[in-house]
């Protein structure tokens, strides 16, 4: 098998599915400037805000939202699957694919139906539990199956046979040395650099009840000489922040530069969602996870094994009030010894080389 000459990376809808694909796109390109890269992203998909920046060729095709349950009526009934099939088939055939990688998202279902029709080689990138519909879809149609973290194989019955190859993240997260650019990051958000950081985010669309304890436990961190930089999330209504703190708190409806947030930080609060999970393990920063409760636990199935690792801390969404911040954060934040020992063991759980070890696994499933 020679190198690969043209991909489709199929992902979209969300964060989690576009930026491992982005990050994915990045090492390909790394390696040969002359591959071709095509992505697959529906009209609406967060992809459009996020893949053309990069300098990639996006290609928009139909998508639907599927059934929760997976079953192969669900591809034999509807005739719109097969027209989305088709759109996905025709820019297989036209930069000539050898591989399909889908990272999940409804856009990447007729990329894996096209590429089946077709015997082309497919890959599934997956980082949840239970995997995505999308992506158990897919399932069907090949064992190229990788996966982001250890316990999914074991938690997950259909990802018995997985290959954990870790998460791609962008180079700007994993080349991250957070003490080297801790100063210059905290200058960046006016934060003073002689005090300790709670840095704060819920993800892209922000998290209301984690910025509403923050906000109430505003007064008493800053008594305590508690620096906040908080990402309130673009999509929600902002929460006032008492103005006469004597020191600084900084709030952002939305950051585009993580690595700087996870640079200022001393601790971060935020969800429980796979790329967090990776991206703060990754880089060793202690993190208390407050898990979306509105879903089917898969946030709290993430976080859980870097807590048992022993880097970082659990809270449910109905406990974070305003006092357990106060009780929690703050002695813990001023503990350094205790703060470096949990970055450790996050850093020891997390790894930065999921888009090489994708990059090796792809080949490997054209090579098959």
């Known amino acids: 098998m020679g190198p690969l000459r043209s991909v489709v990376l199929a992902g979209g809808g969300t964060g989690g599915h576009v930026y491992p694909l982005l990050a994915?796109?990045?090492?390909?390109?790394?390696?040969?400037?002359?591959?071709?890269?095509?992505?697959?992203?529906?009209?609406?998909?967060?992809?459009?805000?996020?893949?053309?920046?990069?300098?990639?060729?996006?290609?928009?095709?139909?998508?639907?939202?599927?059934?929760?349950?997976?079953?192969?009526?669900?591809?034999?009934?509807?005739?719109?699957?097969?027209?989305?099939?088709?759109?996905?088939?025709k820019v297989i055939d036209e930069v000539s694919a050898d591989v399909v990688v889908g990272f999940g998202g409804y856009v990447?279902?007729?990329a894996y139906l096209a590429a089946w029709r077709r015997e082309l080689p497919m890959?599934?990138?997956?980082?949840?539990?239970?995997?995505?519909?999308?992506?158990?879809?897919?399932?069907?149609?090949?064992?190229?199956?990788a996966v982001g973290f250890p316990h999914q194989p074991v938690q997950a019955e259909?990802?018995?046979?997985?290959?954990?190859?870790?998460?791609?993240?962008?180079?700007?997260?994993?080349?991250?040395?957070?003490?080297?650019?801790?100063?210059?990051?905290?200058?960046?958000?006016?934060?003073?650099?002689?005090?300790?950081?709670l840095f704060v985010a819920g993800g892209s669309s922000g998290a209301r009840s984690i910025n509403l304890a923050v906000s109430g436990a505003a007064k008493e961190l800053a008594r305590n000489g508690v620096q906040v930089l908080h990402v309130m999330g673009a999509r929600n209504e902002p929460v006032p922040i008492p103005s006469d703190l004597p020191v600084p708190y900084v709030t952002l409806p939305y950051l585009s530069e993580m690595e700087l947030g996870y640079a200022a930080a001393d601790l971060m609060l935020g969800r429980g969602g796979a790329m967090t999970c990776a991206e703060v393990a990754a880089i060793g920063l202690p993190t208390i996870y407050v898990p979306y409760p509105h879903s089917n636990q898969e946030q709290k199935r993430n976080a859980l094994p870097?807590?048992?690792?022993?880097?970082?801390?659990?809270?449910?969404?109905?406990?974070?009030?305003?006092?357990?911040?106060?009780?929690?954060?703050?002695?813990?934040?001023?503990?350094?010894?205790?703060?470096?020992?949990m970055g450790a063991a996050a850093a020891a759980y997390g790894r930065r080389d999921g888009d090489e070890a994708l990059r090796s696994f792809v080949i490997q499933a054209v090579a098959r």
């Not at 290609?59 to 079953?71: E, H, K, M």
């Not at 080297?180 to 905290?186: G, K, V, Y």
């Not at 305003?322 to 020992?341: M, N, S």
Request: charged share 20%.
């Open 306 to 341: 870097v807590v048992e690792a022993g880097g970082g801390l659990l809270v449910d969404d109905t406990e974070l009030t305003p006092a357990w911040l106060e009780r929690t954060v703050i002695p813990l934040i001023r503990d350094p010894q205790r703060l470096y020992a």
């Open 24 to 89: 994915f796109a990045d090492c390909l390109r790394r390696h040969d400037p002359g591959v071709r890269i095509t992505c697959l992203g529906t009209p609406r998909g967060m992809e459009n805000e996020l893949i053309p920046p990069h300098g990639y060729d996006l290609r928009q095709i139909p998508a639907y939202q599927l059934p929760r349950s997976v079953n192969m009526n669900l591809v034999r009934t509807p005739g719109r699957m097969w027209t989305a099939a088709r759109a996905a088939g």
């Open 123 to 145: 890959v599934i990138h997956e980082v949840n539990v239970p995997a995505g519909v999308a992506n158990r879809l897919g399932m069907k149609f090949t064992k190229n199956v």
């Open 158 to 197: 259909a990802l018995r046979d997985a290959t954990v190859v870790g998460v791609p993240l962008r180079r700007s997260i994993a080349g991250l040395d957070r003490y080297a650019l801790r100063n210059a990051a905290r200058a960046h958000f006016g934060l003073r650099p002689d005090l300790p950081v």
């Open 108 to 110: 990447s279902v007729p």
